[in-house]
């Protein structure tokens, strides 16, 4: 229990670290000490009166919650069909949508941009979105999911002539519960991260996310870690909280959808 | 005439129309698919077979193009940076692959039992996976840097003096492999409490029983059952290694690939072809070999697994 | 149930035809042709303005559009890109290799063979006076010409200096005398200075063009080159030897890191932080502590020589360039000649006010460096205008696989621990290859 406990802490400590450092002066900033000495809320008053970070953090948000929700519709979806109805060319259609899990974004970033620039999606929401939402691995461990249901389920529903959408929409979804809450938290933190693709199709400052602006925070400031620091301890801390608030949940529901 | 067909199933009509009941189930699931499908096949698909095809021209970056045949694949070759890359992936992958399985089963079965305990654990493992990666390389930069870092300053405690840990071209791969071990390791811990939920407690019991002990348990029951999880965990880590964009991340932030190209993982090397020297038509060539690579990985482990059912045997 | 079926109808309607305009405006070259007719403002890339940090940078670049605006129907709007991602990102390929390229942007010499042979680089000279012409000294201007004509008008020099920390001195019982004039002298300095706390002197680690450019003037000190007379590498030589191995001694005695913070052009972060006593850096350092270290006392001195060798530093800097395949390249050309090269005394001002007010720079007009006389001869600048910017050449124009094949090499001796000679001689080798196969305009 004490080796557990000391590796929890090793495991935090660069995040404390984080923490530690945002709140120190920029003259103690390589001081050892773990308790900052004049501890304060400077460096935040700082970064948020010069930076619009609100702005960033609401436009990460609203990108990363509508990418979730599309993305786990039409994943549960296909991942459906997938793992539970029969058709001709199954296993070779799932295999190409699988391979596409092998694909990097710096690999296809041109062809995806000058694409992105035919369909008008440049500089707006719907290009941060669209591109983000389709997602072989979310796909592949939703079948997985679906795979281990008893067939029994749906039977009796088919027997009585349910229709597909039927048995897909109050029977399965209501039994992917753990998963697809699961798949949130990931699908949610994935894109909330998500750096490279969002700085290729922004200009406008307006829609930058905070990946981006934390980007660019640093490239102006490398020198005043406490700042530094201090962006990145609220760009993570978002995260951070929601994690706190639903660790319980967010831990079980992983735990339990069986990702296998 | 098709479209109407189609409509029925997912409309919840009645299986009237003339479709046999076989016909109803394809259609139907063709529907299902279809979003993610043609999503995929847009922005995944097409812009990887475009890849592809600009891997057989020379590309001066400014829509310039040449036809060359197999020429970008010969220079792969002849090139010596190509080969240090391959080689760096591979050092990188075979450290990595085995670090997370083994960090993450052994956090798993540390924090196995359901208590309050472990709940905390648990949560303190997964913590940085919260956080964005530019965040998490800003902060080990913050730490590592020479000298005056906490790292640094902490190092001679250990009897490490006058190391550098990322400028160091023998220790700069070694320790982005523990930054992206101490990044990733929640959430195959995870994944592993998952698959150890799925193994019955009796096993154990029984176990016991017959007089073995923990190792032996672990070896005969534990090993054995958690085959499908293991499968899984091994390729998706060996992918995320590979061809990984959090991998890429890290890496671009922290070290650029140096120093002396000994953190130039492949996908670094691709990048740098692509964006700094304006060499597409190369960059696309040797990007559509790393995915055919991993293809056939993949293939490997399907078949391995009859089609990534992943059963217990 | 009929209004019902008609609503349907027209929705189908409006959707079809929605549908059907959305069509042709998606063929892209039809609604290039429509931006074109709209005369749709001019993008400028850079990375100052709007989103940039220094307020007298982002204002210099905002007055420059305004006054531009003013006086010409085609507009001209700023665009800002992540300063490092400008740099080292993939912001900008991305655009160009697809077509949507800004219409002006600023390049730095390491990448203007890269452009120019891609063909995008627009002539500005018909644009730009010959009086104008002759207020660009030779060494500045040639890096941006191709046969005669001028590809990109120079908004900056920026020469290389060392900076060094007072304190730091102070506290080795050193002085303003002791500042290093030799190689030796500087490694001995250096020993002196380094603490447990701190290194001694600090050049570049992270490989990048950046680089390359601050490890030119070593080369050059020795008489040495990479390119000679005959087209044919000059790299397996002593100088190339000495330089490497100078950067090499610096890391095996321990006086410098291998591993920088930021970036070696940030003096704030290393010198400014306390982390190394002396840094190779170029003039914009001066603004740079000025304004963010302005409790650290410091002073600058001109690079050190080797025993057999001669002053030189280096001069680096940024351009405005016109994107030749843009959506307007002679009104974009227009724009660069008219904001940096034009004898207008609105230009020259300009140019003497980015150089002085917006940064800390040496101006890259005779006509500037006279009109700006009072600032440029005092103070730090006074020391980098007498003694350390008359031995000024400019950055190199290597095209990107030259400068791999240098990069490896440094990167190999200074923190690979390889033998100098050895890697002056693989990357000659090397150089030879690429320089028997390089076809495009005159490497300088």
């Given amino acids: 229990m004490l080796a557990t406990a000391a590796l929890g802490l090793m495991t935090v400590f660069p995040l404390v670290w984080m923490l530690v450092i945002s709140l120190k002066p920029a003259s103690d900033v390589f001081t050892p000490s773990l308790i900052p000495e004049q501890p304060t809320l400077g460096n935040f008053l700082y970064v948020l009166t010069e930076v619009p970070f609100l702005r960033y953090l609401f436009n990460s948000f609203f990108v990363s919650a509508t990418v979730t929700v599309a993305a786990l519709f039409f994943h549960s979806m296909a991942g459906y069909s997938l793992a539970r109805l029969r058709f001709p060319g199954r296993d070779i259609l799932f295999l190409a949508m699988f391979s596409t899990f092998l694909v990097s974004l710096p690999v296809i970033i041109v062809p995806l941009f000058i694409l992105t620039r035919t369909l008008h999606m440049l500089d707006s929401y719907a290009g941060l979105i669209i591109p983000a939402i389709f997602n072989a691995f979310g796909i592949f461990l939703l079948r997985q999911y679906y795979l281990s249901l008893p067939r029994e389920l749906e039977e009796a529903a088919i027997m009585d002539g349910a229709s597909y959408w039927r048995i897909y929409w109050s029977i399965i979804l209501p039994l992917s519960r753990p998963i697809l809450s699961a798949l949130a938290i990931l699908f949610f933190l994935a894109n909330w991260n998500a750096f490279l693709w969002p700085l290729t199709i922004t200009s406008d400052l307006n829609l930058w996310v905070v990946q981006v602006a934390i980007a660019n925070f640093k490239s102006q400031y490398a020198a005043a870690w406490n700042y530094v620091m201090a962006a990145s301890t609220i760009v993570a801390v978002p995260m951070l909280v929601l994690f706190v608030i639903f660790q319980r949940q967010i831990m079980e529901s992983i735990k339990t959808s069986g990702l296998k | ?313 | 149930m009929t209004d019902k079926t008609t609503l349907n109808r027209r929705r189908l309607i409006q959707g079809g035809a929605t549908f059907a305009a959305a069509g042709l405006t998606g063929f892209p070259f039809i609604n290039r042709m429509a931006l074109r007719a709209q005369e749709a403002p001019l993008k400028f890339w850079q990375f100052y303005a709007p989103g940039g940090d220094v307020k007298p940078q982002v204002q210099w670049f905002e007055k420059l559009v305004a006054d531009w605006n003013d006086g010409h129907d085609q507009k001209v709007e700023l665009e800002y890109v992540v300063n490092s991602e400008y740099i080292s990102g993939s912001k900008l390929a991305t655009a160009f290799a697809s077509g949507e390229g800004p219409d002006i942007f600023l390049i730095s010499p390491g990448d203007f063979l890269r452009y120019y042979n891609g063909g995008v680089l627009a002539d500005l000279t018909p644009h730009i006076e010959d009086a104008a012409k002759a207020d660009f000294p030779e060494s500045v201007i040639a890096n941006r010409m191709v046969d005669g004509k001028i590809y990109g008008v120079p908004m900056e020099v920026e020469p290389m200096a060392f900076y060094y920390s007072v304190k730091a001195f102070e506290e080795a019982k050193l002085n303003e005398n002791d500042v290093p004039k030799t190689w030796d002298e500087l490694l001995a300095v250096a020993k002196k200075l380094t603490t447990p706390n701190r290194y001694g002197v600090l050049f570049e680690t992270t490989p990048g063009y950046y680089q390359n450019f601050t490890w030119y003037p070593f080369l050059w000190q020795g008489g040495g080159e990479f390119q000679g007379k005959d087209g044919k590498s000059a790299f397996d030589s002593a100088a190339t030897v000495q330089a490497l191995k100078l950067w090499q001694d610096a890391i095996n005695t321990g006086v410098a890191p291998r591993q920088v913070v930021g970036g070696g052009f940030d003096i704030v972060a290393n010198l400014g932080a306390g982390l190394c006593a002396m840094q190779s850096c170029g003039i914009w350092g001066i603004s740079a502590m000025d304004n963010n270290a302005k409790d650290v006392p410091y002073g600058i001195f001109k690079l050190p020589t080797p025993a057999n060798g001669k002053y030189v530093t280096v001069g680096g800097g940024w351009a405005f360039v016109a994107n030749a395949g843009g959506k307007n390249p002679d009104a974009s050309a227009q724009f660069c000649a008219w904001a940096l090269a034009s004898m207008d005394q609105g230009s020259i001002d300009r140019v003497v006010n980015w150089c002085t007010v917006a940064k800390s720079d040496m101006p890259p007009r005779n006509s500037a460096l006279k009109a700006g006389a009072d600032v440029f001869s005092t103070g730090k600048f006074g020391t980098f205008a007498k003694e350390i910017h008359p031995g000024t050449r400019a950055e190199p124009r290597v095209p990107p696989e030259a400068y791999k094949i240098i990069s490896d090499a440094i990167q190999s001796a200074q923190l690979g621990g390889v033998d100098a000679q050895q890697a002056a001689t693989a990357a000659s080798q090397q150089l030879d290859a690429f320089l028997a196969s390089y076809s495009g305009a005159p490497i300088l």
């Fill in chain 2, 1 to 313: 005439m098709h479209a109407d067909e189609m409509k029925s199933p997912a409309a919840g009509a009645k299986s009237a129309r003339g479709l046999t009941a076989k016909q109803r189930e394809r259609y139907a699931a063709w529907l299902f698919v279809l979003p993610d499908a043609l999503g995929l096949l847009v922005f995944v698909g097409v812009p990887m077979l475009l890849s592809l095809a600009v891997g057989f021209f020379e590309v001066n970056g400014f829509g310039g193009y040449r036809f060359v045949g197999l020429g970008n694949y010969r220079r792969m070759w002849s090139d010596p940076l190509f080969w240090s890359s391959v080689k760096v992936t591979v050092a990188y992958a075979v450290m990595l692959v085995p670090a997370l399985y083994a960090a993450g089963l052994g956090l798993a079965l540390l924090v196995q039992k359901t208590n309050r305990f472990n709940a905390v654990m648990r949560s303190m493992f997964f913590a940085p996976q919260m956080v964005s990666l530019v965040v998490v390389a800003l902060v080990w930069q913050l730490m590592l840097v020479e000298k005056v870092g906490i790292v640094s300053r902490l190092a001679p405690l250990v009897g490490l003096s006058g190391i550098s840990l990322l400028g160091d071209p023998n220790l700069a791969l070694f320790t982005l492999v523990l930054v992206s071990v101490w990044f990733l390791m929640g959430f195959y811990m995870l994944i592993f409490l998952g698959g150890l939920q799925d193994i019955p407690a009796e096993y154990y019991e029984a176990a016991k029983i017959d007089g073995a002990g923990p190792v032996t348990s672990f070896w005969y029951i534990t090993l054995p059952l958690l085959k499908p999880t293991s499968f899984f965990v091994l390729l998706v880590s060996l992918v995320a290694a590979v061809a990984g964009g959090q991998v890429f991340d890290l890496i671009y932030v922290m070290t650029k690939g140096g120093p002396v190209n000994s953190t130039s993982v492949l996908i670094i090397y691709i990048y740098k072809q692509a964006f700094q020297f304006g060499a597409f038509g190369y960059a696309s060539a040797m990007a559509s070999l790393l995915v055919l690579a991993l293809m056939l990985v993949t293939v490997f482990f399907f078949l391995l697994t009859r089609g990534g059912r992943f059963e217990h045997d």
